[in-house]
């Protein structure tokens, strides 16, 4: 499965929309990315996934760009309840059978 | 609809001790993970069941550690004996099956070796 990098950490005021980056330059055509994100002492929680389009559900919306080697996880309207860990995972499978978690970004909502 | 049901939720044993981790799946869900979390870092894949087959146990230390899942439906994991390095937060998740684009987790449960 591709590696993706993402920043160790970001902060976003409350009411804002929270934009988190993604990378994955190495992505296959088959390899899906999905995002999941943790909060502090619970077990991960998906978000969202894609292959090539842009998704939007009542969570997030997915931005992948069109070479896709990149995507954005953006939250609308950030509340202090989004405050977690965000995880970008490339799966070859396009099932959630095969998920590699990486280290996430640490998104801090703020008053 | 209750969640993945996972117990203890916390448990602080001594190394060499043994210990073992309790996981209840959504009903219906036949695929069933387990994954170890060490302090700042995701999870990392134990193990996967499908059904009462386990078909990844590629990252299983073999040595010490065990899972079941006996009847398809709950599942347990054991570590004997336990090891200083083993102290992490143990994750289950279960999906649909085949096909299945989300996993869903349990709170996990931290384990201190002492």
């Known amino acids: 499965d591709a590696k993706t990098t993402q920043p160790p950490s970001m902060d976003c005021a409350e009411g804002r929309a929270a934009n988190l980056p993604c990378n994955h330059s190495?992505?296959?055509?088959?390899?899906?990315v999905y995002w999941y994100r943790q909060i502090h002492s619970q077990g991960p929680q998906y978000i969202i996934h894609?292959?090539?389009n842009n998704e939007t559900n009542e969570m997030a919306s997915l931005i992948i760009t069109e070479d896709r080697k990149s995507s954005t996880l953006i939250l609308p309207h950030a509340t202090l309840r989004d405050t977690a860990v965000y995880y970008c995972?490339?799966?070859?499978?396009?099932?959630?059978?095969?998920?590699?978690f990486g280290t996430g970004t640490r998104l801090q909502v703020t008053l | 609809e209750a969640g993945v049901v996972q117990s203890p939720r916390y448990k602080i044993i001594e190394k060499k001790q043994p210990v073992a981790f309790w996981c209840n799946p959504i009903?219906?869900?036949?695929?069933l993970y387990w994954y170890r979390q060490n302090l700042g870092q995701g999870p990392e894949l134990l193990i996967r069941?499908?059904?009462?087959?386990?078909?990844?146990d590629s990252q299983l230390p073999k040595d010490r550690f065990s899972a079941e899942r006996l009847k398809g439906v709950d599942s347990t994991l054991k570590i004997q004996p336990a090891e200083l390095g083993d102290s992490a937060v143990y994750l289950c998740?279960?999906?649909?099956?085949?096909?299945?684009?989300?996993?869903?987790f349990g709170p996990g449960t931290r384990l201190t070796v002492l």
């Open positions: 998740a279960s999906s649909l099956g085949r096909g299945s684009t989300e996993q869903f």
């Open positions: 069941y499908e059904n009462e087959e386990a078909v990844d």
């Open positions: 894609g292959l090539k």
């Open positions: 190495t992505i296959s055509g088959n390899e899906y």
């Open positions: 995972i490339v799966s070859v499978t396009g099932t959630a059978s095969k998920l590699t």
């Open positions: 009903s219906g869900h036949n695929t």
